[in-house]
């Protein structure tokens, strides 16, 4: 079973268009009085979607927020949904079967995160769901599930377990001298009662122990080592597949790579670079923001073009990178092209017609541009951190006798010097070494990067979490 909001950008939502209301009502009781959600079910693939409605999600944006930032009531939105997750097992009959109490929950982020806590404060203490386990999944460490410690009194939890989610910011990081900097930390409370813990990256479950990447987690984190897993995540195969993508104009693949080079050319066409195979030609797809590293190729920018070069950037997010890459596409109107937005045939285009990926990423929990980049050859450039470092394997072109190994470049520190370097070796090899160019691709192309690879090690976590007792008893 999936359990997730029915978020509705208006009165109705193709996605949800065979998704039928099951008829079951529960109340939750928080936020100072009994909240009603409803329960929409489509069974489809094999498995139980199950959508939570009440009308916080209907609204306009995306799950978290709008143009204007986070919504203000998300604390609420998903302290909802966690407690309908937790009711949905026990209540809902769904194809004349109820899911029953021996559950294993898998919860992603700070948003499903009051699950676990709820298991070990509402549920076990009335002898419901004593053999259930609860599984954490952290997507990304920065965003935690913070609100004022005010807010506390609203999940509808019992004063004693204040302390599983009780936060308290360091002195610098307080807005002011009377500011106590105490606040509840939803992901922290997931953190001390989940029985296991996985990440999506297995240098990324290492990352979060540290001062640098723990984001102030990072001794808790250390305290449950023991039960601490790194799974890179798997790709969409189908959806991204040279032989058989329906949004580039040619096909290839490891074993014909002929396709290759008028993707190339189609792509330079369609954003009016000249059409030229040996210039080399490099990609960027992602969001315009601090984490991934759009600010060091702002810098870096002017000393790379001065090569012989074309550079393609394709995001959305900081208003400022906007205008950069709009005055940038002006500037260097024979090199460069900044596509601000996203768009899902062009993204394709460009990682199946680009020779290089960039990825400056300050720090990646996983990444999937560079696991897409290398399925339709287009060797990838990273900042080693994350699952970058994991799934990027930096180029020796002299291991095993001389026929080379790796799938691309990882630098390190993330500096601009760093970064430019890797870049000139890429584009050396690029130019100078063909044979070690097509080694690169089709390594990075014969890479296993499938979800049945991911879901062999969930899995085994799977069968870990059920071999211990439960860890909030």
């Known amino acids: 079973m999936v359990v997730s909001p029915r978020y509705l950008n208006g009165d109705s939502d193709k996605n949800f268009a065979k998704a039928v209301d099951v008829g079951r009502r529960i109340k939750i009781p928080c936020f100072g009085g009994e909240q009603e959600v409803a329960f929409f079910h489509e069974y489809r693939a094999g498995v139980d979607w199950v959508f939570v409605d009440h009308f916080c999600y209907h609204r306009a944006g995306n799950p978290y927020g709008d143009r204007y930032g986070a919504f203000g009531d998300n604390q609420f939105r998903y302290t909802l949904l966690c407690y309908a997750a937790c009711e949905a097992p026990l209540v809902l009959t769904l194809g004349g079967y109820m899911y029953g ?28 769901y004593k053999d259930a386990r609860s599984i954490l999944v952290i997507h990304n460490l920065a965003h935690q599930g913070v609100e004022a410690a005010t807010t506390y009194q609203n999940l509808g939890l019992p ?36 029985d296991r813990i996985v990440t999506v990256s297995q240098g990324y479950s290492w990352e979060i122990t540290t001062v640098e990447g723990g984001h102030g987690l990072n001794e808790l984190l250390s305290s449950r080592k023991s039960v601490l897993n790194g799974i890179t995540n798997g790709i969409d195969v189908d959806d991204w597949d040279p032989a058989s993508d329906k949004y580039i104009p040619f096909h290839y693949s490891i074993d014909d790579l002929s396709g290759k080079a008028p993707c ?17 030609l490099v990609g960027f797809i992602g969001r315009l923001d601090y984490q991934k590293g759009t600010d ?34 002006s500037t260097y109107r024979e090199k460069f092209r900044g596509w601000v937005g996203f768009n899902v045939p062009i993204s394709h285009r460009i990682t199946a017609g680009c020779d290089i990926f960039l990825m400056p990423s300050r720090f990646e929990p996983c990444g999937l ?4 980049a290398m399925r339709y050859g287009t060797v990838p450039v990273v900042h080693c951190t994350g699952g970058l470092r994991d799934t990027v ?16 470049w990882t630098f390190f520190p993330l500096s601009k010097d760093s970064m430019l370097g890797a870049l000139r070796f890429a584009i050396q090899t690029f130019r100078e070494h063909r044979s070690s160019w097509e ?14 690879s991911a879901a062999a090690q969930y899995e085994q976590i799977f069968e870990w979490a059920f071999m211990d007792p439960p860890y909030v008893g």
Not at 272 to 280: E, N, Q, S, T
Not at 369 to 372: D, H, K, M, P, R
Request: charged share 25%; net charge negative.
């Open 369 to 372: 541009n560079q696991l897409y």
């Open 439 to 452: 080694g690169l691709m089709k390594r990075g192309m014969s890479r296993d990067f499938t979800w049945d």
């Open 296 to 329: 060091l190729i702002r810098l870096a920018l002017p000393e790379l073009l001065q090569d012989d070069i074309q550079f393609i950037m394709l995001g959305s997010g900081d208003p400022d990178t906007e205008d950069w890459m709009r005055s940038a596409e």
């Open 101 to 128: 109490q021996n559950c294993l929950f898998l919860v992603n982020d700070w948003h499903a995160s009051l699950v676990p806590v709820l298991l070990g404060a509402k549920y076990r203490p009335h002898g419901v």
């Open 159 to 194: 004063p004693e377990w204040y302390g599983a989610l009780e936060w308290v910011f360091p002195p610098w990081a307080r807005t002011h001298a009377l500011d106590k900097g105490e606040a509840v930390n939803i992901l922290k409370g997931a953190i001390v009662t989940a």
């Open 264 to 280: 190339k050319a189609a792509l330079q066409k369609e954003l009016g670079l000249a059409i030229r195979p040996d210039c080399p």
């Open 393 to 408: 394997e930096n180029f020796h072109p002299f291991a095993k006798e001389d026929s080379g190994q790796g799938t691309g």
